[in-house]
Nanobody, 116 residues
């Protein structure tokens, strides 16, 4: 059974930082592409960042230069370091795992709120 468990969300002031973590189990972590998506109220879920099995990263334009995705295959975890947070970053953040043409696997989501 595939499980993706996110942690690290919370309330932060504009300009602050948060680090999200996702612990994966039930998959061969090293061969999966891992990503973070987010969904704000009334909006569609959107890709934030992805890191391939080979370590290549890609980011949404809105977070480039502020967010950093990384993975630790020894611990089966993927992290998202978020700096210079803005109110527009407020959303539920979801961890994602995908292997080529296979299905998407999702975590339960963690709330990030950026507000003064």
């Amino acid at each position: 059974q595939v499980q993706l468990v996110e942690s690290g969300g919370g309330l932060v002031q504009p300009g602050g930082s948060l680090t999200l973590s996702c612990a994966a189990s039930g998959i061969i972590f090293s061969i999966y592409n891992m990503g973070w998506y987010r969904q704000a109220p009334g909006k569609q879920r959107e890709l934030v960042a992805v890191i391939t099995s080979g370590g290549t990263t890609n980011y949404a334009d809105s977070v480039k230069g502020r967010f950093t995705i990384s993975r630790d295959s020894a611990k089966n975890t993927v992290s998202l370091q978020m700096n210079s947070l803005k109110p527009d970053d407020t959303a539920v953040y979801y961890c994602n795992a995908k292997y080529y043409q296979g299905p998407h696997y999702w975590g339960q989501g963690t709330q990030v709120t950026v507000s003064s």
